[in-house]
Nanobody
């Protein structure tokens, strides 16, 4: 099994910064894509940012220029640096690992899985 553990969520004033971390542990051979999603009360979960194993990134339009995603493949960890935070960024942030292979055998056969973290609360006060 694979576990994702997020950290870094907090209460911050508008204009402030936070850095979220997500560490994947367990039986991991390779993770293709890691990303951050968020879900505000009464809204659907949405993609915030994602990063491929090779470092290609993708951002929601609402966070471009303010958030930066990065990852450490050796540590199976993904980070989200959030600057110039706004009240509308308030949400539970979830880490996602997509295209997870738990062994070389699974990788050779394309047997991949998808995992989610438990979420971390980010609250931005106005």
């Amino acid at each position: 099994q694979v576990q994702l553990v997020e950290s870094g969520g907090d209460l911050v004033e508008a204009g402030g910064s936070l850095r979220l971390s997500c560490a994947a542990s367990g039986s991991i051979f390779r993770i293709n894509v890691m990303g951050w999603y968020r879900q505000a009360p009464g809204k659907q979960r949405e993609l915030v940012a994602s990063i491929s194993r090779g470092g290609n990134t993708n951002y929601a339009d609402s966070v471009k220029g303010r958030f930066t995603i990065s990852r450490d493949n050796a540590k199976n960890t993904v980070y989200l640096q959030m600057n110039s935070l706004r009240p509308e960024d308030t949400a539970v942030y979830y880490c996602n690992a997509d295209g997870v292979f738990t062994s070389a055998w699974d990788y050779s056969r394309g047997l991949e899985s998808d995992y989610w973290g438990q979420g971390t609360q980010v609250t931005v006060s106005s």
